[in-house]
């Protein structure tokens, strides 16, 4: 099986709003009021064929037109993805056709039968809001489809707390992740500034996330971070000791030659690391005997699967249809910054 890592973790449900459509049909407007920086891919249905489209990226709060002109799709789809960045992704909270997609830009016209490297995808039927200008969306005239959390934010809410995540992530205590601003939040903003060496007025700039991203891709400065020194591609999964027992949490997609923090809570003084190298169909990649993946852990067996995962019943991995992997033991007391290098 594929590997399906992905990209965060957190109480966020992803959401698609399927609100009564207005007569009119005009240019359709996606709005992302996720705390996370996320792809969409769009299905549109007509005379019995489906064709999707993709990628589009979304910044929290951002409202992107997708569409111009008249819609004359018969049904709608929308399928969204956070970046591999933050790790396990929220899952769909619906799901209402299996629909093609692929890496990279994409336009497949026959959405419905995937040739490889395509590969099905779960999107949901929506019915966009309809907008006058000035009205939601800031503005946007159009149909509009919302991606939404439980938490319900508004555009400007949800850019608010997609700063306040990737400022944790890269080691900025910003916490809660709620989208109110207040002291704190403002403090960490203003230290990321000044780190950056940017001026105050560069958190309304327009790259702002992605210099959020690229620090938190960075090797830390305090905490934990795995830096992947391999040609492949790294599937990673964490352990962290919380109330409940360890709770391992996977996968988050490394880069060659990149480095990511996970999204930890608190200070923890102790966590557990594991890493696989996969190829471009995220297969395990075999290591230079060709017998054993390419892998990095440890003697701690903790139960992980190959779609996105966070569990905390470690007993019996097998019985209960997961695998047991090995992970290894990363003591944080030692020194502030603890960086693991996947190295060939």
């Known amino acids: 099986m594929t590997r399906r890592g992905a990209t965060a973790r957190g ?3 992803l959401a698609l709003s399927a609100l009564a459509a207005g007569p009119a049909r005009a240019d359709l407007t996606i709005c992302n009021r996720l705390s996370f920086v996320v792809e969409a891919a ?11 489209r993709g990628w589009f990226r979304l910044d929290p709060g951002q409202c992107r037109g997708v569409l111009q002109g008249t819609v004359e799709a018969e049904r709608i ?22 629909l093609c997609i692929a890496d990279g830009d994409f336009v497949i016209a026959a959405a419905r039968a995937c040739r490889p490297p395509q590969r099905f995808a779960r999107f949901t039927a929506v019915k966009p809001s309809e907008t006058q200008e000035g009205g939601a969306a800031g503005g946007v005239t159009g149909l509009v489809a919302a991606l939404a ?11 608010l707390a997609g700063i306040q995540r990737l400022l944790v992530m890269a080691g900025y205590d910003a916490n809660p992740v709620d989208g109110v601003t207040g002291p704190k939040t403002e403090a960490a903003i203003a230290q990321f500034l000044k780190d950056r060496g940017l001026a105050p007025q560069a958190k309304d700039a ?18 934990f971070s795995w830096c ?16 409940r027992g360890i709770v391992a ?11 990511l923090r996970p999204d930890l809570d608190g200070k923890p003084r102790r966590l557990y690391s594991f890493g696989e190298a996969v190829d471009r169909d995220g297969q395990p990649v075999r290591g230079g005997t060709g017998t054993g993946r390419l892998s990095w852990g440890g003697d701690i067996t903790l139960c992980t699967r190959e ?18 992997t090995g992970f290894a033991t990363i003591d944080l007391t030692a020194q502030p910054a603890t960086t693991v290098r996947f190295r060939e």
């Not at 769009?42 to 999707?52: H, N, V």
């Open 149 to 159: 959390e439980e938490a319900e934010y508004s555009e400007e809410q949800a850019r």
């Open 249 to 259: 949490r996977g996968w988050y997609r490394i880069e060659p030659g990149k480095c």
């Open 206 to 223: 327009p790259d702002l996330f992605d210099r959020l991203i690229e620090t938190v891709q960075q090797p830390a400065a305090t905490g």
């Open 228 to 243: 992947n020194d391999t040609r492949y591609a790294v599937l990673a999964a964490v352990g962290t000791d919380e109330r």
């Open 42 to 52: 769009l299905g549109l249905e007509e005379k019995g064929a489906t064709a999707t």
């Open 77 to 98: 789809f929308l399928h969204a993805r956070a970046l591999p960045v933050y790790g396990p992704s929220p899952e769909p909270q619906s799901g209402h056709a299996d």
């Open 11 to 13: 109480a966020a449900v």
């Open 307 to 324: 779609a996105r995962f966070e569990l905390s019943d470690h007993k019996d991995c097998v019985g209960a249809g997961l695998d047991a």
